[in-house]
């Protein structure tokens, strides 16, 4: 049986983070030949083309994380609209230097919540904007805006009843994308 190692980008720092719990929620509901790996971004230095030559050693274990995973999965707050700067540090560091992307060619998941009305669809939607230039196929459907509210997770940070289903069906559709492009 093929082990598929995914690539958990959480566009969040803070520790007790809605899209940390997010993460660790969804990947509870994956088959038992994924496995998730959150990915440290929050010691990247910002990113400068100056560096590119003389990558620093955070970027090096970032790009190798990437490397060794078939697909990934981006959990990202939104932030003013749009995605966190931490995030777009992450993107920029790991697709540099110009055609040494790390990102390339792995198949993608992009989720998010957050406590707004409209959930994270806008920096979902500017993610995508970014991924498919990285070429970076990115699950389209089902979309998953999420709001934050009392149920989302039960005592054990699971998804509540509510939302489970749908997430479930959600993480479906990934495990067969990522084993679609991974094949």
Do not use: C
Request: charged share 20%.
């Amino acid at each position: 049986m093929t082990e598929y190692q995914i690539a958990v980008i959480i566009g969040s720092l803070r520790r007790d983070s809605l899209n940390r719990r997010f993460a660790t929620a969804i990947a509870r509901l994956a088959p038992s030949d994924f496995s998730f790996k959150a990915v440290e971004i929050g010691d990247l230095p910002l990113y400068n083309q100056d560096d590119d030559a003389q990558q620093a050693d955070s970027v090096k274990r970032l790009k190798a994380d990437i490397a060794a995973a078939q697909g990934l999965l981006f959990v990202t707050p939104e932030y003013n609209r749009s995605i966190p700067g931490v995030l777009k540090n992450a993107i920029d560091h790991a697709s540099r230097p110009y055609g040494e992307s790390a990102w390339a060619g792995k198949p993608a998941g992009v989720l998010g919540v957050s406590v707004g009305a409209i959930g994270t669809a806008l920096a979902q939607q500017h993610l995508r904007n970014i991924l498919a230039y990285l070429d970076v196929p990115t699950l389209g459907q089902p979309e998953t805006f999420i709001q934050a509210k009392d149920g989302l997770f039960d005592d054990a940070d699971n998804f509540g009843a509510g939302s489970r289903k749908f997430l479930q069906t959600w993480m479906e559709h990934y495990v067969g994308w990522v084993k679609r492009h991974t094949a």
